[in-house]
């Protein structure tokens, strides 16, 4: 695995950081430069007249990525979002190597949108031990693992003792995690759900992800009601329903209806047809997402299953909308 991340796709070299797998600045830089030169000597980056690169950089990787293009491309050009037609991604020439059209400083403004990105504050719900808070933990580095996806800010708002450090202290050691959970777990106070209505209410990512306890209680109606939308979670598809009226009730946009299978073997992934076309349009009558997920246990890595990934997806899209 990558430290640095890079994609090319047309004349666009997307970059930036693998958050999942952090490393120092020398480990970064060396993956950079092994990833560039796997993709030039597989031809995936052929050279030509121009590159454009879009994504975030420190200055030694920006020291890599132009000293191994420079002499495969007549002009690089890394993207300003702050200048050029508002809504559209405007590059700046930086290098300029035998080009007769562009010198250093020119501006290249493309048809490609930048649009305004939209605030969703996702609840993971649900009746209790589906595993939301296993999921909550894998959608999280799901989202991460995307090159460009927004930061997902998660908010443990029920005090069950598994807040978003318990996963990474069970992977490290377990018999700690399990020490640790008892000592933490509280109940749902009237005091709690008030105060963590306010987290809900003021979060300002462009993703907030939700986790409430496993109960259609006034507390957990306090706590949603700041967010947008809703996953419901469940491992009796019989209680789909009441979590669906629950979320109407408070004006929710239930998105997706995932059934838990504790002892399955496989996800099961199913999207409404055209779900990205019409988007809007088909969240006013239906989820965009249904479907199953397998075994949410601890110490696996869920990331990477079919369900949580498409999940993930969903939620980057649904800031673009």
């Not at 990474?168 to 020490?179: D, F, G, Q, R, V």
């Not at 809900?200 to 496993?214: H, R, T, Y």
């Not at 408070?250 to 999207?271: M, N, P, R, W, Y």
Request: charge should be neutral.
């Amino acid at each position: 695995m990558h430290s640095y991340q890079m994609k090319l796709e047309g004349e666009v070299l997307r970059v930036g950081f693998n958050r999942v797998f952090p490393a120092g600045g020398d480990r970064i830089v060396h993956d950079a430069l092994e990833l560039l030169e796997q993709m030039i000597d597989s031809g995936q980056i052929p050279g030509g007249k121009r590159i454009l690169i879009d994504g975030p950089q420190s200055v030694p990787v920006a020291y890599v990525i132009a000293h191994k293009l420079a002499h495969l491309y007549q002009a690089i050009a890394v993207l300003d979002p702050k200048i050029g037609t508002p809504g559209y991604k405007t590059y700046i020439v930086t290098i300029s190597h035998g080009s007769t059209e562009y010198k250093i400083g020119d501006l290249i403004e493309t048809k490609e949108t930048q649009p305004v990105r939209s605030i969703i504050k996702v609840v993971l719900c649900g009746p209790p031990r589906a595993g939301k808070s296993c999921l909550r933990d894998g959608l999280k580095r799901a989202i991460l693992g995307n090159l460009g996806a927004p930061y997902p800010y998660v908010i443990t708002a029920c005090p069950d003792g598994e807040g978003s450090w318990h996963q990474e202290t069970y992977e490290n050691n377990e018999e700690l995690a399990k020490s640790i959970r008892p000592i933490n777990k509280a109940d749902v106070t009237p005091e709690f759900a008030q105060e963590a209505a306010k987290w809900v209410g003021s979060a300002n990512q462009l993703i907030s992800i939700i986790d409430v306890g496993g109960k259609i209680s006034p507390e957990n109606k306090q706590i949603m009601k700041p967010a947008t939308h809703a996953v419901i979670l469940s491992g009796d598809s019989s209680k789909f329903t009441e979590w669906e009226n629950f979320c109407q009730q408070l004006e929710l946009t239930v998105i997706a209806k995932i059934h838990s299978q504790l002892d399955g073997v496989e996800d099961g992934v199913f999207f409404a047809d055209d779900w990205k076309e019409k988007t809007n349009e088909l969240l006013k009558t239906t989820p965009l997402l249904t479907g199953s997920v397998h075994r949410l246990k601890r110490g696996e890595n869920l990331s990477a299953r079919p369900m949580v990934q498409s999940l993930a997806n969903l939620l980057i899209h649904l800031t673009k909308c």
